[in-house]
């Protein structure tokens, strides 16, 4: 499966931003999938995972710094994966990167389970 990330851009702190992940060569509705982002100078690190369940049921989660202004969400018929960023900070700038996921069993800490990482999409929030 090759995952591409898309819709960074420059915004001004407060604002939105919509990022896209398409997923090509198989269908990505039974992974649970999940964006990650790298800042400046500092590690990559997890954002949001989304899971799908069946019907109308998403579970999502999280990480406590884009809790509440971050909304991930896909579109299995479409292939696509989304994040919504909104009240975007300056602290927010990094090369967003979208995966499919897993969770470590002994610290339950979010990792890309394909292994290897795509271009990313840069999104940078000025103050």
């Known amino acids: 499966v090759q995952l591409q990330a898309s819709g960074g851009g420059l915004v001004q702190a407060g604002g939105s931003l919509r990022l896209t992940c398409a997923a090509s060569?198989?269908?990505?509705?039974?992974?649970?999938m999940g964006w990650f982002r790298q800042a400046p100078g500092k590690e990559r690190e997890f954002a949001a995972s989304?899971?799908?369940?069946?019907?109308?049921?998403?579970?999502?989660y999280y990480a406590d710094s884009v809790k509440g202004r971050f909304t991930i969400s896909r579109d299995n018929a479409r292939n696509t994966m989304y994040l919504q960023m909104n009240r975007l900070k300056p602290e927010d700038t990094a090369v967003y990167y979208c995966?499919?996921?897993?969770?470590?069993?002994?610290?339950?800490?979010?990792?890309?389970?394909?292994?290897?990482w795509g271009q990313g999409t840069l999104v940078t929030v000025s103050s």
């Open positions: 060569g198989r269908t990505i509705s039974s992974d649970v």
């Open positions: 989304i899971r799908w369940s069946g019907g109308n049921t998403y579970y999502t």
């Open positions: 995966a499919i996921v897993n969770r470590r069993p002994l610290d339950s800490s979010w990792y890309n389970a394909l292994g290897t």
